[in-house]
């Protein structure tokens, strides 16, 4: 009889440990296929947030180009932008949270929701925040993340619910 329960209670929690296992595994290296159908606030950039903040674990296409740093900051540094001649560089770092420099060498800081913190130019002197097309500025680090957003694939178990649910506060 002890032996019984024993053996059930062991099946139950390697289940458990598999299956929650599983889930954060599945969550993690699909979080930017989940960031993109995940319900956010405007102004929040969920597949920004997730290609750097889980670089480690979402699929790295080797593109020629495209080089990725996992150390300390992770980083995405992208030497295919503007035919080549220039580098334009992602990261998610401690504090600010997001950094993006763009081919002008202008490095923009971001914080945690993706609100727009500041700019600084090459003589690292600041650039007003107002003067600063934000719409456009969105579209140029998506520009430059683009061939990694498209390498990720669908997962084989949706855990989109999970997902958003687990996220719900820090995209709204």
């Known amino acids: 009889m002890?032996?019984?329960?024993?053996?059930?209670?062991?099946?139950?929690?390697?289940?458990?440990?598999?299956w929650f296992g599983y889930g954060a595994l599945n969550l993690k290296k699909n979080s930017v296929y989940y960031a993109q159908h995940t319900p956010h606030k405007v102004g929040v950039?969920?597949?920004?947030?997730?290609?750097?903040?889980?670089?480690?674990?979402?699929?790295?296409?080797?593109?020629?180009?495209?080089?990725?740093?996992?150390?300390?900051?992770?980083?995405?540094?992208?030497?295919?932008y503007q035919?080549?001649?220039?580098?334009?560089?992602?990261?998610?770092?401690?504090?600010?949270?997001?950094?993006?420099c763009s081919e002008k060498f202008i490095i923009y800081a971001f914080d945690d929701h993706f609100k727009l913190l500041?700019?600084?130019?090459?003589?690292?002197?600041?650039?007003?925040?107002?003067?600063?097309n934000q719409t456009e500025l969105i579209r140029e680090i998506y520009r430059v993340v683009q061939p990694v957003i498209?390498?990720?694939?669908?997962?084989?178990?949706?855990?989109?619910w999970v997902y958003d649910w687990v996220n719900k506060d820090r995209f709204n």
Do not use: H
């Not at 019984?4 to 598999?18: A, C, Q």
């Not at 498209?150 to 989109?160: E, H, I, V, Y």
């Open 2 to 18: 002890v032996k019984k329960v024993f053996l059930s209670v062991f099946v139950v929690v390697l289940v458990g440990v598999v």
């Open 45 to 80: 950039e969920p597949v920004l947030m997730e290609v750097t903040r889980n670089l480690d674990w979402i699929y790295t296409p080797d593109i020629k180009g495209i080089k990725y740093d996992y150390d300390g900051s992770r980083t995405i540094y992208n030497e295919n």
């Open 83 to 100: 035919d080549g001649e220039k580098l334009a560089i992602f990261s998610f770092s401690s504090d600010p949270r997001y950094l993006y």
């Open 118 to 132: 500041s700019a600084t130019d090459r003589q690292e002197r600041k650039i007003s925040i107002k003067e600063i």
């Open 150 to 160: 498209d390498a990720q694939s669908a997962p084989l178990f949706n855990l989109q």
